[in-house]
Each structure stands twice: as structure tokens, then as C-alpha cells.
């Protein structure tokens, strides 16, 4: 049996006569921190769905600093100012629940990405599963330390859902080897490529005999890349973790870098925004179904943790020296 949303919610506000406030189409795209790299490609994605829907207002907007108490106030400001609805990758999902629900209540459309935890969502929209993603990360660097060795991991904060979850399913992972041990875990970094540096540095100070690192937030692997260049250890010490090819390349080329995993910020950015519209047109999702954005053409739907629904997508891509030249972005 296929899974469907029932768009009752906005059913609902257009018997409560909110119609004016649906037709004016607008979405806005709320990201952790903006001005980095991750989140800038994400823009290029909502700028295009936005060329493709003019009738629309649509845009993005985000903190300038990977702080939730920031992101907060911007999602409370745009919930006070009306806007129909919200396309948001949450710092921490948690501090967004109350405002989440409030909006939801009072007609807002509620759609995350990065959050398949948020219990006051509609719709989270995910690349892929999570766990397997860390899974993935966490094999393409056993592979790289034969197996053995001292090896720690990078968040971008505790708070942040899927960074814990890439890791956890590292550590579990890891655990087929029995020679890995996981020392100093869990670095937040806050999505800061010179505060990664500086505690990627401490960690080669501390641990000499370290052989690998896990990283989560897009900017970790250009702190540690970097830390692992000077030091002299690219090809000796094994760096995998979430990152885009071009901010990668140079450390990719010199072995700094052993592999980055990724998705499509773009494509992300027009995925939330394709739910969010079918939502405000009062469309129904259901499993399998073709968002008509790459990565998300035959999606999966499930129960949410609330009484929203998971979208997965297939949308993983993990790319080494020799191939991430065919990711540009």
C-alpha cells in the first residue's frame, strides 16, 4: 500500500479562510549559517526554483553564525511577518519544536531537511538514510587506516541531528574492527573551518599515532585538511567526512583530504521547496513519487516522529582524488 500525506492541515486553512494568505506563494528558505560554501550552493537551488516559479516569492535567508538562538529569532520574525511557509535546516531541531508548532497552528507550512527527528514538522526532506551515509563515511576511512588505528570524529554541533547520526553509525561501523579506537569523539566545530583547525592541531598534538578523522559540518574537512597538510601528514593520516568538491580540491589533490561524502546542496534546496509548494497547493505526497529534482526522483515515505512525514531521497555521493572532478560545485 502506498504511504500519502493527507494535506488536511491545508484543507483546513482554506475552509478557515486563509486562501489570501496561501495565494501569495511565498517559501522562505531558512539555512543554519550563511556565507559558507554548503549553504551558498543550497541558494543557487532556491534561486532556480524561484526562476522557475515567478508567480512566487521565494528566497533564503540565514544566521551569520552557526548559532540556534540566531536561527530562532529569524524563524520567529518570518512567522510574525506571515509567510506562508517555511523551508528550514535546523541548527538544532529541538530549540525549534515550540515555534514550529506555533506556526503550524496558526496556518504556517512547516517543511526541514537534516532533521528526521523534528516532532513539529510536515514534511522533513532527506538526502538519503542518515545511518547509512555514516556508515559509508565511517567504511571509506577504515578502508583507508587498514582497519587499525587511533581515529576521533567532528560535528558541527551536539545539537545537530544528522552529524550525530553519521557519527553514531560510524562508531558502529568501526566496531567490525576490532584494531580502531575511537579517542576524543564528538568536536563540535560549529560549522568553523579555523576553529577546526586549531582543535584538529591540539588532536595531532595530543594523539601523534592518530591515523584517522571523521567530520560532519561542511567547512570540518578544510580545518583538518589543512591541519593534516602543514603538519605533513597528507597520505598519512586518513580524512573523510562531509564536504563539496571545489572548497576540497586542492587538499583531495595533495592527500590532505582521502575522500568526501556529500549531497547536492542545490538539489536539497529545490526538494524542500517542491514539498513546500505542493503542501501549499494542497497536493499529496506519496512513496515513490518524482519531486522532479535529481536525487529525489523515486522517493520514500514514512511516518514521522510527530504526526509529520520522513521524504528520503537517494541523492548520497561519496567522491575521492580521482573522481570528485565529476561534482563540480
Not at 35 to 45: L, N, S
Not at 188 to 216: M, V
Request: proline share 3%; aromatic share 6%; glycine share 12%.
Amino acid at each position: 500500500m502506498k504511504k500519502t500525506l493527507k494535506l488536511g492541515v491545508v484543507a483546513a486553512l482554506l475552509a478557515s479562510g486563509a486562501t489570501a494568505a496561501l495565494a501569495e506563494g511565498t517559501i522562505t528558505t531558512v539555512v543554519k549559517i550563511s556565507g559558507i560554501p554548503w549553504f551558498d550552493r543550497m541558494e543557487t537551488g532556491v534561486e532556480l526554483f524561484a526562476e522557475q516559479n515567478p508567480d512566487m516569492s521565494i528566497s533564503q535567508v540565514g544566521p551569520a553564525s552557526a548559532d540556534s538562538a540566531q536561527q530562532l529569532q529569524i524563524v520567529q520574525d518570518l512567522v510574525a511577518k506571515g509567510t506562508d511557509a517555511l523551508a528550514v535546516v535546523p541548527m538544532d531541531p529541538a530549540i525549534l519544536e515550540g515555534i514550529f508548532k506555533r506556526a503550524m497552528d496558526r496556518g504556517t507550512i512547516i517543511v526541514t531537511h537534516e532533521a528526521d527527528n523534528q516532532m513539529n514538522t510536515m514534511v522533513d526532506v532527506e538526502a538519503f538514510d542518515n545511518a547509512e551515509y555514516g556508515a559509508a563515511l565511517n567504511a571509506r576511512l577504515a578502508e583507508c587506516m587498514g582497519g587499525e588505528g587511533k581515529w576521533t570524529t567532528f560535528v558541527g554541533s551536539l545539537g545537530s541531528r544528522t552529524h550525530m547520526q553519521w557519527v553514531g553509525a560510524g562508531e558502529e561501523n568501526a566496531k567490525q574492527h576490532a584494531g580502531m579506537e575511537l579517542v576524543d569523539p564528538n568536536n563540535e566545530s560549529f560549522d568553523d573551518a579555523n576553529g577546526t583547525y586549531e582543535k584538529a592541531k591540539e588532536i595531532l598534538r595530543k594523539h601523534p599515532d592518530i591515523k584517522g578523522f571523521q567530520t560532519s559540518a561542511g567547512n570540518d574537512v578544510l580545518g583538518v585538511g589543512r591541519a593534516i597538510e602543514e603538519a605533513g601528514l597528507a597520505g598519512k593520516v586518513c580524512l573523510v567526512g562531509t564536504g563539496l568538491p571545489n572548497p576540497s580540491a586542492s587538499y583531495l589533490d595533495s592527500g590532505a583530504i582521502t575522500a568526501i561524502g556529500f549531497w547536492d546542496p542545490q538539489k536539497a534546496g529545490m526538494a524542500m521547496n517542491a514539498v513546500a509548494k505542493m503542501l501549499l497547493e494542497g497536493k499529496e505526497l506519496t512513496d515513490g513519487m518524482d519531486l522532479g529534482v535529481e536525487g529525489y526522483n523515486s522517493v520514500t515515505l514514512k511516518d514521522g516522529p510527530g504526526e509529520g512525514k520522513l521524504l528520503i531521497g537517494n541523492g548520497m555521493v561519496l567522491a575521492d582524488k580521482d573522481t570528485y572532478k565529476d561534482y563540480l560545485f
